[in-house]
Nanobody, 125 residues
Framework: QVQLVESGGGLVQAGGSLRVSCAAS????????MAWFRQAPGKDREFVAA???????DYADSVKGRFTISRDNAKNTVYLQMNSLKPEDTAVYRC???????????????????WGQGTQVTVSS
């Protein structure tokens, strides 16, 4: 059984940094495309960042240059380092994994098979 458990969310001031983690079990992060999506109240789920099994990455334009996705194979964990945070980054951040390690499009939530429960990130102005 595949489980994804997010942690590291919290409250931070605008301009600050935060790192959220996604610990995986039941499947190795090296064999899966991994991604972060977020959803703010009243808004649709939004793609944030993804990493393929070969460490290829993709970022939403809104976070490019500020957020970095990475993974620690030994810990079977994926991270999202968020810098220069803005109030509009406030959302529940959810980790997701695909059965495949390489995908032609990392941005469609329907292409992912496993989801975590999410962690709240709140950025105050």
């Amino acid at each position: 059984q595949v489980q994804l458990v997010e942690s590291g969310g919290g409250l931070v001031q605008a301009g600050g940094s935060l790192r959220v983690s996604c610990a995986a079990s039941g499947r190795t992060v090296t064999s899966s495309a991994m991604a972060w999506f977020r959803q703010a109240p009243g808004k649709d789920r939004e793609f944030v960042a993804a990493m393929g099994g070969a460490r290829s990455t993709d970022y939403a334009d809104s976070v490019k240059g500020r957020f970095t996705i990475s993974r620690d194979n030994a810990k079977n964990t994926v991270y999202l380092q968020m810098n220069s945070l803005k109030p509009e980054d406030t959302a529940v951040y959810r980790c997701t994994a695909s059965r495949f390690y390489r995908m032609s499009n990392y941005r469609a939530p329907s292409d992912y098979d496993y989801w975590g429960q999410g962690t709240q990130v709140t950025v105050s102005s």
